[in-house]
């Protein structure tokens, strides 16, 4: 199977794949293709239609500010942070590629239960990567610190929201590698009924 094999639906489905920010490269994609897969994200399922998720599109222009936002939520949250844990955290804001980050936004107090919410937000990140990985392009979602970081939060997030991830959308610059994957019997087991 190869990348971005379109010839069906379980072949797009089968060879999907995550690709590191770190080696992507450009092209990106266009502001309209990038709007095509944030709607595809949002058709996910929702239980009360309470759309508990927003994106937040990082745009090229804003990418050093991320970078200076990384460097002072480390410099604040972890002052001995070793220069080789800035510098990658710098690079990871400069990385190619279109950035989106996926916030949980749930609607507290609400008869749909916040995990409920919450996986919600997880199906529209995925959602994304299928988007992506189906118009050509690689996506990687992380999170690392900068998703927990309180300062980063402060500069991304509104009230009651929270970061999911970091999705980066773009080109593959290497080959991507088959991770190795479960087998099905040691992640699946067959429901036998009640004990009793």
Same mark, same amino acid.
């Given at each position: &199977?190869?990348?971005?094999?379109?010839?069906?639906?379980?072949?797009?489905? /089968?060879?999907?794949?995550?690709?590191?920010?770190?080696? %992507?490269?450009?092209?990106?994609?266009?502001?309209?293709?990038?709007? $095509? &897969?944030?709607?595809? /994200?949002?058709? =996910?399922?929702?239980?009360? &239609?309470?759309?508990?998720?927003?994106?937040?599109?990082?745009?090229?222009?804003?990418? #050093?500010?991320?970078?200076?936002?990384?460097?002072?939520?480390? /410099?604040?949250?972890?002052?001995? $942070?070793?220069?080789?844990?800035?510098?990658?955290?710098?690079?990871?804001?400069?990385?190619?590629?279109?950035?989106?980050?996926?916030?949980?936004?749930? =609607?507290?107090?609400?008869?749909?239960?916040?995990?409920?919410?919450?996986?919600? *937000?997880?199906?529209?990140? &995925?959602?994304?990567?299928?988007?992506?990985? $189906? %118009?050509?392009?690689?996506?990687?979602?992380?999170?690392?610190?900068? /998703?927990?970081?309180? =300062?980063?939060?402060?500069?991304? *997030?509104?009230?009651? #929201?929270?970061?999911?991830?970091?999705?980066?959308?773009?080109?593959?610059?290497?080959?991507?590698?088959?991770?190795?994957?479960?087998?099905?019997?040691?992640?699946?087991?067959?429901?036998?009924?009640?004990?009793?």
């Amino acid at each position: &199977m190869t990348l971005n094999d379109r010839t069906s639906t379980l072949s797009l489905l /089968a060879t999907r794949r995550s690709g590191r920010p770190r080696d %992507m490269v450009p092209p990106a994609p266009s502001p309209s293709e990038l709007d $095509a &897969m944030l709607s595809i /994200a949002a058709r =996910t399922p929702d239980h009360g &239609m309470l759309s508990p998720w927003r994106f937040v599109v990082v745009a090229d222009d804003q990418r #050093e500010g991320l970078a200076e936002l990384f460097r002072a939520a480390l /410099a604040s949250e972890e002052p001995d $942070a070793p220069p080789a844990k800035v510098e990658k955290a710098v690079d990871l804001a400069r990385s190619a590629g279109a950035l989106v980050v996926v916030l949980s936004a749930p =609607t507290e107090a609400h008869k749909v239960p916040v995990w409920e919410q919450q996986l919600s *937000c997880g199906a529209a990140a &995925m959602n994304l990567l299928w988007a992506a990985h $189906a %118009m050509g392009f690689v996506g990687g979602w992380i999170t690392g610190w900068q /998703a927990y970081s309180p =300062t980063v939060a402060e500069a991304i *997030c509104g009230p009651g #929201e929270r970061i999911a991830g970091f999705v980066y959308i773009g080109q593959p610059g290497r080959e991507l590698e088959e991770r190795p994957r479960p087998p099905l019997e040691t992640i699946v087991r067959h429901w036998s009924g009640p004990a009793g």
